[in-house]
């Protein structure tokens, strides 16, 4: 079945070690998006790409960096993790429909990672 | 920029009560809603979602939502709830021409058997 899939499922990280999640997908969709979800807390939108133009939010901050190689793959980056970045990772793809605009958002089991 | 919001952010009910979340929207144009489901430890998942047409839309699992375009609002509604609807309940909204999908706070529902 078509599907977002996020490796690891959790990761454990230490205090300012960098750390990637990896975010894959075979819907062919173009755009892919990171968000953060702390507990008990709406997702939080980082950033997204469409197709290869990097879109970042305003309040995200410089620690957090995306990259993504081919259509298929997208990976979040942080560059120190601290202890506020524990949280949920949630992946989520779309694909932009023309004209109709009318969009389906698909999202990937989610990374969570703890930084000790 | 679109925001949401949902209240009453801890529901407790029996099961075969009657489930009602709310959800208001700020957008000032014209809007894609939709409901996702995330039960406990899994992803989130799509339980219903509006485009146009009828404001009445039907999802998964019994689910119904209701678009009221003069309230700004996306309520969620279930006849009769089970205890396998415990978990939360998030709201959220993308503006047209507009990628970012914006969530409520999400509603933590718990049925209690």
């Known amino acids: 079945d078509a599907m977002v899939i996020q490796n690891p499922r959790y990761q454990v990280t230490q205090f300012g070690k960098p750390v990637t999640l990896s975010c894959s997908q075979t819907?062919?969709?173009?755009?892919m998006y990171w968000y953060q979800q702390k507990s008990s807390q709406a997702p939080k939108l980082l950033f997204h790409y469409y197709d290869k133009d990097f879109n970042n939010e305003a309040d995200t901050p410089d620690n957090f960096q995306s990259r993504r190689p081919n259509t298929s793959f997208c990976f979040l980056d942080i560059r120190s993790p601290g202890l506020g970045d524990a949280a949920m990772y949630l992946c989520?793809?779309?694909?932009?429909?023309?004209?109709?605009?009318?969009?389906?958002?698909?999202f990937g089991s989610g990374t969570r990672l703890t930084v000790v | 920029a679109q925001s949401v919001s949902q209240h009453n952010h801890h529901v407790i009910l029996s099961e075969a009560a009657s489930l009602e979340l709310g959800c208001n929207y700020s957008?000032?144009?014209?809007?894609?809603l939709f409901w996702y489901v995330q039960y406990p430890g899994q992803h989130l998942q799509l339980l219903l979602k509006y485009f146009s047409g009828d404001p009445l839309v039907k999802g998964i699992k019994g689910f119904e939502a209701e678009f009221i375009k003069s309230k700004f609002s996306f309520n969620l509604r279930k006849p009769s709830v089970q205890w396998s609807d415990t978990a939360e309940y998030f709201c959220a909204v993308n503006g047209y021409g507009n990628n970012r999908l914006a969530f409520g706070k999400g509603n933590q529902v718990v049925v209690i058997p």
């Open positions: 957008y000032g144009g014209t809007v894609n």
């Open positions: 989520a793809t779309s694909r932009e429909s023309g004209d109709r605009d009318e969009k389906g958002y698909t």
């Open positions: 819907l062919n969709h173009n755009v």
